[in-house]
């Protein structure tokens, strides 16, 4: 009786501690930050160099009335590059828009 006792007592906690282990793994997973969807631009959303209005330009960081200007001045773009390229932009701001802008070509 003794020994029927002991695996009765033995299999509660195993179950307890299963039961444990579980809800801990679904706290983790709960309070684990989610990923965020990839936030790379669609070519919809990208701004485009060649097309773009001064005051489009200007809300881009880092860009204010005289680099939008010597944006607009130094068009028509084949890559959003030649902004370093041609000196139009310095690195770093480059480094701020370059995920939000694109040079779209004119259909031919």
Not at 40 to 65: F, K
Not at 96 to 108: D, G, R
């Amino acid at each position: 009786m003794l020994n029927s006792l002991r695996k009765g007592l033995v299999g509660t906690l195993v179950v307890f501690c299963l039961l444990a282990m579980n809800v801990a793994f679904s706290d983790a997973q709960a309070t684990k930050p989610r990923a965020k969807p990839a936030a790379a631009a669609t070519h919809a959303t990208l701004l485009d160099l060649n097309t773009a209005t001064r005051e489009q330009l200007m809300a881009l960081p880092g860009i204010g009335d005289a680099f939008a200007d010597k944006i607009i001045a130094g068009r028509p773009y084949h890559a959003k590059s030649e902004l370093t390229h041609k000196n139009i932009i310095p690195l770093a701001t480059y480094k701020k828009i370059s995920a939000k802008v694109i040079a779209k070509q004119p259909a031919k």
